[in-house]
């Protein structure tokens, strides 16, 4: 084979070395979104957020018995939205909210929220994770159900990971509170300990006090276990069951409700 035959081949050759070195490489295949976890695991709240360009959406049901008092609140719907890989907007529509006693029915819309939740760190060794949040709760609610005005709140989550899927959360809350037209503030602190079962299942057990300033008020202890399954990677049950006691009256806790994300 002769110089003058073998050009076209090399020719040929060239071509496909140039194409193969200027043709782009393979984008590489998008990060799957984690799976969901709801916020509805109790009343300490982790400090994960929603995932960017996501819309998370919580709901459920709760009954709470004292004595011949009994409160039903229907709804509790929450949607949250990721604004960012730390962040998530977060607003709370209105339950329909029903406390029967022998003497009267009370019932009607509760109010709304709107929040924004900000993740400041991720857990690194024994330096846990912290997320804050500030909102209000807004007078959409039923007279008689509803505060009748804006009630500004903050909070802030400390969340330690600890071995054998086990973690510990902290979280402390407060609102300026009204009702009856007296202002006030609402102070809640919560210590719990959450623990996967499995690869679906999570739990928390948590103890919560919440004190107030208002004249004459009585401090309220809380004690509660919560439990969720992950049916699909953007589906979650949950359901709990707790006790309240206020200046030695018990009162019976328990609701369910699902999380879903698109």
Known sequence: MNARSLRPALAAAVLIVGACATAPAPASAPRPAPPIATSRLGIAKSTGTVPTGMVQLE??????????????????????????????ARGSLSSYMRTVTPAATVEGIGDASLSLKHRLRDPGGWVPAVALVAGSTL???????GAGAFQPEAGASL??????????????????AIAAGDRYGLTTLVAAGR??????GAAQFEYARTSSTRAGAVGVDQLRATGALRLT???????????????GKHEYLAGIGFAQRW
């Open 139 to 145: 007078p959409t609610g039923a007279k008689g159900v």
């Open 233 to 247: 990677p953007a589906l979650q049950l949950d359901g709990w069951a707790g006790v309240a006691n206020s200046a």
């Open 195 to 200: 623990t996967t079962i499995g690869k679906a």
């Open 59 to 88: 709901a459920g049901y709760s009954r709470a018995r004292l004595d011949q008092r009994t409160r039903h609140a229907f709804g509790e719907t929450m949607v949250r939205v990721g604004l960012g890989p730390r962040t998530e």
């Open 159 to 176: 969340e330690w990971k600890l071995p054998a899927g086990l973690r510990a959360i902290g979280m402390a809350t407060w609102r300026d």
